[in-house]
Each structure stands twice: as C-alpha cells, then as structure tokens.
C-alpha cells in the first residue's frame, strides 16, 4: 500500500519527467540509482539482499523493459485468466511496465515461479521479462504513474483496520 501511494502521488513528479529526458543511459541508471525510492516486493530483509532474507512476501515482481504497446500490454496483464494484478505500474523510464503478482511459495520456490511465469508470458503475449525478477531481493524502484493499478482488494483491507 505504501508503494502504491507513492507512486501515484506527488513526490516523484519532477524525478521521472527528469529521468525520462535523460538520453545517456549510464547517466540515467546513476539518476535512477540517487534519485528514486525503491521496495524489494519479494520479501522482508534485515538488509538488501537474497541471503538476508526474512521472509518471502509471497508477491514477485515481473520487470517489461522497452514496450512499444505500453498501454495495450498494460491491459492484457491486467486481464490475465491465470494470474491476479497485485500492483501494476509504469517503470521510471516510460518505456516499461512492472507487474506485481501473488505467488504461493508453498507450490514453488521464487526461481521457478518467476521461470514459469517467464515462460507462461513469452508463450501467450510474446512478452520477454527481464532476468532481473528471480533475484529476490532486486530493488523495483518507485516512479510517478497516475495510473498505478491496485487491486481493490488492498484497499478494501486498508479501510477495515
């Protein structure tokens, strides 16, 4: 919930409009790096890092880099059959999505989920995940998206505590 009224609040307005001018890609990963608040989404750490894990979150991050149909792409995540929307935002550069999903790590491990559900997407949207997303504890950082998805059912959980 933190994560998702960041991203759609104010904060971060000036951060990526200035990220997504930026033409030097080395320049703009150090801007990205120094500039943008990030959540590891996979789990609880006692600091970054897949071996200080705590505890997995049961929730994995799926990283589209480079979209030329952001919006259409947008859409058809957010219609999957097969697997729920928890989080669904546009990456800090504009080009990219990131989708955050519910996992049960009782069936799989973090790896081969995310290699499954890598494999489930290129398969019915010809849509490559970047790598990135088996590292559990890979920093997502935070941009401005007014149209950041959350499924209602977390908000509905936010009004009854």
């Known amino acids: 919930m933190d ?3 960041l991203i759609k609040g104010h ?4 951060s990526t ?3 997504r001018k930026l033409c030097d890609p080395e320049r703009a990963r150090k801007f990205k790096a120094n500039q943008f608040n990030y959540a590891c989404f996979s789990g609880i750490f006692t600091k970054r890092g897949d071996k200080y894990l705590v505890q997995h979150s049961s929730l994995l ?9 952001v919006d259409e792409i947008r859409g058809k995540l957010l219609n999957d059959e097969y697997l729920e929307t928890v989080l669904l935002f546009r990456s800090p550069s504009g080009d990219g999505l990131k989708w955050v999903i519910e996992v049960d790590i009782s069936i799989l491990d973090h790896k081969s989920y995310f290699k499954a559900v890598s494999n489930y997407l290129m398969q ?3 849509l490559q995940v970047d790598g990135s997303g088996k590292d559990i504890g890979r920093a997502c950082f935070l941009p401005y998206d007014p149209e950041v998805y959350i499924n209602p059912k ?3 959980h936010e009004k009854r505590i």
Not at 11 to 14: A, F
Not at 61 to 69: A, E, G, M, R
């Open 154 to 156: 977390y908000l509905d």
């Open 61 to 69: 991050v799926l990283d589209f880099d480079h979209l030329l149909h």
């Open 11 to 14: 904060w971060n307005i000036v």
């Open 17 to 19: 409009i200035t990220l």
């Open 124 to 126: 019915t949207y010809q």
């Open 3 to 5: 994560a998702y009224n």
